[in-house]
Structure formats: structure tokens, C-alpha cells
């Protein structure tokens, strides 16, 4: 049985930084890409950022490309979401995920088939 915990979220000012954490369980999850997705009010949920299968190749979406970094630690089965200069445009909900063992990496949401229940992040002043 797979599970992925995210913690970290909570309210940064304009400009702040905060680290989102998804602690994995289950199947070693260095083996699989690994992605986070958000969903604002109202809002499809939304790419954020992923970390490839075999060689931990990062990619992100534009709207978070030179302020969001991710990282994977295989040791402790754990991968980070360090979001930085953060706009109110980024308050979300924040989902880590695990893509399908086929997928070496991808941004599509049907691609994933392990989802946490999410951690609130909300940028405001």
C-alpha cells in the first residue's frame, strides 16, 4: 500500500518562502516520478512541478520556473517542494504525487496514480 503525506503548508507574506514535504510509504518510491500539483478555489488542478524515474531530472511549469525547486531524498523516502519569492497567485492547495511505473516523467495528472490529501498554502499579506 502506497501513502503520501504532505506537510509544511501555511500563510507567508508576499515575497516569503516555505518547504512543502511529501513523506512516501509503501513501494520505494525513488523507482517512480514524482510530481506536485495544485488547485486554487474554482481552478482545475494545475502542474506544479515533477522529478523524473531515472536520473532525477527536474521540469516546471512556467508560472513557478526560477522560484519553485523540487528534490527528491531517497533515504528518507521523502520529496520537497522549496517555494520561494511566493505570490498570492500561489495559494493552493498543494498535492504531491507518484506518476505510473511506465512514465520516466510527465505533467499529466492521469499519469499519477498515488495522490496525498493535500497541504493548504496561502500567500498573503
Known amino acids: 500500500q502506497v501513502q503520501l503525506v504532505e506537510s509544511g503548508g501555511g500563510l507567508v507574506q508576499p515575497g516569503g518562502s516555505l518547504r512543502v514535504s511529501c513523506a512516501a510509504s509503501g513501494r520505494t518510491f525513488s523507482n517512480y516520478a514524482m510530481g506536485w500539483f495544485r488547485q486554487a478555489p474554482g481552478k482545475e488542478r494545475e502542474f506544479v512541478a515533477g522529478i523524473s524515474r531515472d536520473n532525477d531530472n527536474t521540469y516546471y511549469a512556467d508560472s513557478v520556473k526560477g522560484r519553485f525547486t523540487i528534490a527528491r531524498d531517497k533515504a528518507k523516502n521523502t520529496v520537497y517542494l522549496q517555494m520561494n519569492s511566493l505570490k498570492p497567485e500561489d495559494t493552493a492547495v498543494y498535492y504531491c504525487?507518484?506518476?505510473?511505473?511506465?512514465?520516466?516523467?510527465?505533467?499529466?495528472?492521469?499519469?499519477?496514480?498515488?495522490w496525498g490529501q493535500g497541504t493548504q498554502v496561502t500567500v498573503s499579506s
Open positions: 504525487a507518484r506518476a505510473g511505473p511506465s512514465y520516466l516523467s510527465t505533467m499529466i495528472a492521469n499519469h499519477y496514480d498515488y
